[in-house]
């Protein structure tokens, strides 16, 4: 009995994963399933970019998330947007990093009083910045430059320009 009950209960913890990446695999479907096409031009580019979320592939993620927070070919879904870009970065994918800084930026530009979007453009830019990407630089040094102005705070617009003195791979561009 108790070998019995033994191998029952290791079926159930070998099966546990290969269940919950079912569940998940269905729902990120279902998710993927939500963005509307606008560009049927478009839709074996898109699909593909679907294929590749599901798949967890980070630069499908990264792209999609772009389309869905553009509204070029797909009808515009920022929550859908930034949870790509957000689960593509949060993987280490540089590109998404800098495109969630970037478009933190542009968000506090528009809300300037809103110092949750300087904290997590900030938060990606870095990420990025540390694993040598120059655009990140640039715009992690613009972010504090312009925090610095709006919040009349010389040590961001310092911050900004350490930002460019230390990453010296800025002035090869």
Do not use: H
């Amino acid at each position: 009995m108790r070998k019995r009950l033994l191998s029952v209960v290791m079926s159930v913890l070998i099966a546990l994963p290969v269940i919950a990446q079912k569940v998940n695999t269905d729902s990120i479907k279902a998710e993927m399933d939500k963005i509307e096409l606008t560009n049927q031009a478009m839709k074996q580019m898109i699909d593909r970019y679907k294929k590749g979320v599901i798949k967890g592939d980070t630069e499908s993620m990264n792209l999609l998330g772009m389309e869905c927070m553009s509204g070029k070919n797909v009808k515009a879904n920022l929550e859908m947007g930034l949870n790509l870009l957000d689960a593509a970065a949060k993987q280490d994918y540089v590109d998404a990093q800098y495109n969630l800084g970037n478009y933190f930026f542009i968000f506090w530009l528009q809300k300037p009083a809103n110092d949750g979007y300087f904290s997590q453009g900030i938060k990606w830019l870095k990420k990025a910045v540390k694993a040598g990407d120059n655009r990140s630089i640039i715009m992690l040094a613009r972010f504090y430059n312009e925090y610095g102005k709006y919040k009349k705070e010389p040590s961001y617009i310092d911050g900004g320009i350490k930002v460019l003195e230390t990453y010296p791979k800025v002035s090869e561009i």
